[in-house]
């Protein structure tokens, strides 16, 4: 070894998993009508300052009327697939991950596939991870491609929550806006991809969304109302802070590593504070994580892919790097994913 060299730390695979993938290519789209921290002051009782200090988001992005989510999903897609320089007729199969489908039936992951030309694609959806559908939705692809005939798979999330909002709660009003991200992930040599995992969850209604269930909806409440997303954010704060930490400690010495072995964090963008919590708690730097809730909210299933494409984009991950990506949703669902970063060439 060369004086000075760096080496990295050697891992132990406990994934589970016998093949190897890369994250090939990625791609992000949000809506162009942006709205303003000072837009929603003229309806709602708050301001710019407390939503900032409670948030940290400043803006955040509603889709056009005549659009839905499949149209955000295609135009993400086609970034991924374009940047992985492969075509549409290469993908295997397509995991879409959404609370906020096209409608019920039939599946968006379906639509999607027929939109981008992804004839050979076998098509899923996975409709109620929430803000942790991401995490679960790379685990399940990652299993796919443990599947002989499965090399390619499309990896998506998105949601349209401007259209779940009760326009008069300043709460979820605030937080929430919508986006879509995606992912292609590829086989590929040995020591790249998934190395470890960790999942939990807890039936809690904090965060709740009732309407379109077979359910009773509650006391009180019309068909209208329910389908507006009610939160609890100080009971989301306790069980985010709290377990977030945790279960990335979990994934990073399952797989071998020490959390400063990481160089890089991609977190669900929830809240601005959530995030710096959870990086304290761990002793690493904000500089070793990449933020976007300042400009697009809380984007539920989109938010990791958001955050991982705008870090991919800059460089800030590296082909050879350790990566940890975290998120928790309502249910409330969390998880962490410990990967080794590649592309093939």
Known sequence: M??????KP??????????????????????????TNEMLTRTLDTTDEWIQDKTGIRERRYLQSDMATSDMCV???????????????????????????????????????????AKN???????????????????????????????????????VLSRYID?????????????????????TGEGSGLLAWDLDSYLNLAVTLHGGGTA???????????????????????????????????????????????DHFILHQANLNII????????????????????YGNTGAASIFSALHKSLEEKAIKPGDYLVISAIGAGFLWGSLCLQYTKNE
Request: charged share 20%.
């Open 10 to 35: 050697s891992t132990v695979n406990q994934s589970g998993l016998a093949t190897s993938f890369s994250i090939q290519g990625s791609g992000f789209y949000v809506p162009e009508d942006i709205v």
């Open 2 to 7: 060369k004086t000075g060299t760096l080496t």
């Open 276 to 295: 710096k919590k959870t990086m304290a708690a761990l002793d690493v730097p904000m500089e070793k994580t990449t933020v976007t809730i300042q400009d």
């Open 167 to 187: 326009p008069t709660d300043r709460i979820t009003k605030t937080f929430f806006g919508d986006a879509a991200g995606a992912i292609l992930l590829q086989k």
């Open 216 to 262: 009773r909806m509650p006391e009180g409440a019309d068909l209208k109302t329910s389908h507006f997303i009610r939160m609890n954010g100080r009971e989301v704060w306790k069980t985010a802070t709290r377990n977030l930490p945790l279960s990335i400690k979990n994934a990073v010495h399952k797989a071998g590593l020490q959390v400063s072995d990481i």
């Open 75 to 117: 135009q993400a897609s086609l970034d991924a697939i374009s940047d992985a320089g492969i075509t549409s007729e290469d993908i295997d199969a397509i995991v879409l991950c959404t609370t906020t489908p096209d409608q019920q039936i039939p599946s968006t992951a379906l639509i999607v596939k027929e939109k981008i030309g």
């Open 121 to 159: 694609a076998i098509p899923f959806d996975l409709t109620q991870g929430a803000c942790a559908g991401g995490i679960y939705s790379i685990l399940f692809a990652s299993h796919l491609l443990q599947n002989q005939f499965i090399n390619n798979v499309l990896v998506i999330g998105a949601e």
